[in-house]
């Protein structure tokens, strides 16, 4: 074991300088970036810039030139016939990527008997608001049974403390509300006004959207060779303003699960919180573990954990705007809270980060649960997971390719040899929808069950295999939308990606 440790020596040694090295050189660039905008003439060929790479993007995000469009009320209403025609024609255009299984994660189940009967429960409370529980008193016993359910099937049987929560809207909405009750927590209790988080640099974005409207400060510590959080990192992050550590259970980016019993060992030795991301897994992995996968402890089963966010809005089958966060125990969850006692609107209080809530959404993600139930769950796991393998198998005999870590159903792979950004841009041109990652370039497929319907896995590796063969024998292309992910990946000045980034939110809001 020792020689073993000493054989890593030097690697970690040249790994680490170069984290540190690059790190400087990106500090230093990055205090260039406000002069180099300053120089006259600067911000307008930025401007142009923007403009061209906004323009490749025009055909895919405003296809719809040849149909009506609504800049302003129409001065009478139309037909209701009419409009849902329109209505009909746009969404039957969109249907067949997402149907046929051509994108990564987005549509997680996508079945129509299950979608129709979905649609039906939401139409019965569609006019349902959780902030009227005397009107809906269902609604809140909805929320309380999905609370529950959820909290049964992540280990709370098996938890020292009641585990309790709320029904947020999305995993970046229990994310946020999740920090913000450590944030309060701390101040109150260890009078920690200036808190810190300590998260390795894989965990969502979500984080650092909660840091930057929370006012947290983010310590992001580096991963290891398989992508998972660098416990001994995290361990030197650690002062006496950190307020939670944070773990996922996968990643979004490379699928892979954090090492969660050291990680909330860490916390418990500081008694300080921590938060398990498990937005993606949390309605995978207690199934995975149940078939024989090798499933890692993540859950509330481990002492330490405190808290845990999951989406029935992903694996759990539910529509678009339901997540769940949970706590071990009360008090973190009233830190969540917020109540005014002296508006003269009358007293208030509301669980989450809303006002108002969906309880058409809310009694659909009740019953997508209680009609999957354990076996629909476990049913559908298993034929993820083995969609997941033959894929992870057919990408490792692409020789160019390369799997990033060891992850289950999330694939993350990449290339030594040729651009994968190229090959992402000649999947889209064979329909498919990945996901860019970037530090380093790599493409991922969130494996769903719109990929178990049959010939679908095939049809993704002969299309990657098709692409990577295009890539490899077209050497001088550079294609539209290679450079850019390229460039946005490396460009040391953030502050120019950052407002790219803006003129592309701008642009899907153009009428
Ligand atoms: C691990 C993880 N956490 C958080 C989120 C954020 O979830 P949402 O998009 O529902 O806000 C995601 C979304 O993919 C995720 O994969």
């Avoid at 929320?143 to 359910?149: N, R």
């Avoid at 954990?305 to 966060?325: F, L, N, R």
């Amino acid at each position: 074991m020792e020689r073993k440790g000493w054989a890593f020596w030097p690697w970690r040694m040249i790994l680490a300088l170069r984290q540190t090295v690059g790190r400087w050189i990106q500090a230093l660039l990055s205090r260039l970036e406000r002069p180099l905008r300053a120089v006259p003439g600067m911000e307008r060929r930025l401007e142009a810039e923007y403009a061209a790479v906004l323009q490749g993007l025009e055909p895919i995000l405003k296809p719809y030139q040849d149909l009506p469009a609504f800049s302003r009320l129409p001065p009478e209403g139309e037909a209701p016939d009419r409009v849902f025609q329109l209505l009909q024609t746009l969404a039957a255009r969109e249907e067949t990527r997402w149907r046929k299984g051509y994108a990564s994660g987005a549509v997680y189940h996508g079945g129509a008997a299950h979608i129709e009967f979905l649609n039906r429960v939401y139409a019965l409370f569609s006019q349902a608001n959780p902030l009227h529980p005397d009107l809906w008193p269902s609604i809140a016993r909805f929320e309380g049974e999905i609370v529950a359910m959820t909290a049964r099937m992540l280990g709370a049987d098996q938890a020292d403390e009641e585990i309790v929560g709320t029904v947020t809207s999305c995993g970046t909405e229990s994310t946020l509300l999740a920090m913000k009750a450590y944030r309060d927590w701390a101040r109150e209790v260890r009078g920690i006004t200036r808190p810190e988080v300590v998260l390795p640099v894989t965990a969502h974005a979500a984080f650092e959207k909660a840091a930057h409207l929370l006012g947290l400060r983010l310590v992001y510590t580096p991963v290891d060779e398989g992508y998972r959080a660098n416990v001994q990192a995290m361990a030197r992050a650690v002062t006496r303003r950190t307020i939670v550590l944070v773990a996922s259970a996968p990643s979004f980016p490379h699928g892979v699960i954090d090492p969660i019993p050291e990680i909330a060992r860490l916390a418990q030795a500081h008694g300080i919180g921590c938060h398990v991301d498990a937005c993606l897994g949390g309605f995978v992995l207690p199934w995975a573990e149940r078939l024989g996968y090798p499933v890692p402890p993540f859950d509330f089963r481990v002492r330490g954990v405190t808290s845990i966010s999951v989406d029935p809005h992903k694996y759990g089958y539910a529509p678009k705007g339901i997540s769940v966060i949970l706590y071990r125990g009360r008090q973190l969850r009233h830190y969540q809270y917020f109540a005014a006692t002296d508006w003269p609107g009358g007293l208030y209080a509301t669980p989450t980060l809303l006002g108002s809530r969906p309880g058409g959404l809310i009694a659909a993600a009740w019953a997508a649960m209680v009609t999957m139930g354990e076996q629909g769950y476990l049913e559908a796991t298993r034929a993820i997971l083995e969609t997941a393998a033959r894929i992870r198998d057919g990408i490792r005999q692409i020789p160019e390719l390369e799997i990033l870590g060891n992850p289950l159903w999330v694939i993350a792979f990449t290339s030594k040899t040729i651009d994968i950004y190229r090959v992402l841009e000649q999947m889209g041109r064979r329909g498919w929808s990945l996901n860019a990652l970037q530090h380093p370039p790599a493409v991922h497929l969130a494996v769903t069950l719109r990929h178990t319907q049959p010939g679908v896995a095939e049809r993704f590796l002969g299309d990657l295999r098709d692409s990577v063969a295009w890539v490899r024998e077209h050497p001088e292309e550079r294609g539209e939308l290679a450079p850019v992910y390229g460039m946005a990946a490396t460009l040391p000045f953030r502050g120019v990606v950052r407002d790219l980034l803006y003129r592309y939110l701008d642009l899907l809001y153009e009428v």
